[in-house]
């Protein structure tokens, strides 16, 4: 049973810094693209970043470019989001997700329950 869980949310102010982490069980780590999602109250969901299965490739949303860096450890079986200069537009509940590296899909394939990132002005 695959299971993706977030952590790490929480209220913080603006300009502050807060570090996502999640934690993947269930599958081969390595064999998965891995990516953040937020999905804001009363708005799409919408891509935040995403790490290829080496690490090598990285791609993040126009939104938080500069401001939020993605990052995976396969030994730990999990994946992190640095962000950094945080504002207030930045709230919302941020998800992962993983995708194995042989889909022929954009489609991401396994989702977390997401943790709730609040930032205030």
């Known amino acids: 049973q695959v299971q993706l869980v977030e952590s790490g949310g929480g209220l913080v102010q603006a300009g502050g810094s807060l570090r996502l982490s999640c934690a993947a069980s269930?599958?081969?780590?390595?064999?998965?693209?891995m990516g953040w999602f937020r999905r804001a109250p009363g708005k799409e969901r919408e891509f935040v970043a995403s790490?290829?299965?080496?690490?090598?490739?990285?791609n993040y949303g126009d939104l938080v470019k500069g401001r939020f860096t993605i990052s995976r450890d396969d030994a730990k079986n999990t994946m992190y989001l640095q962000m950094n200069s945080l504002k207030p537009e930045d709230t919302a509940v941020y998800y992962c997700?993983?995708?194995?590296?042989?889909?022929?899909?954009?489609?991401?394939?396994?989702w977390g329950q997401g943790t709730q990132v609040t930032v205030s002005s």
């Open positions: 269930g599958l081969t780590f390595s064999r998965y693209r």
């Open positions: 790490i290829d299965w080496s690490g090598a490739f990285k």
């Open positions: 997700a993983a995708r194995d590296k042989t889909s022929v899909s954009t489609n991401y394939d396994y």
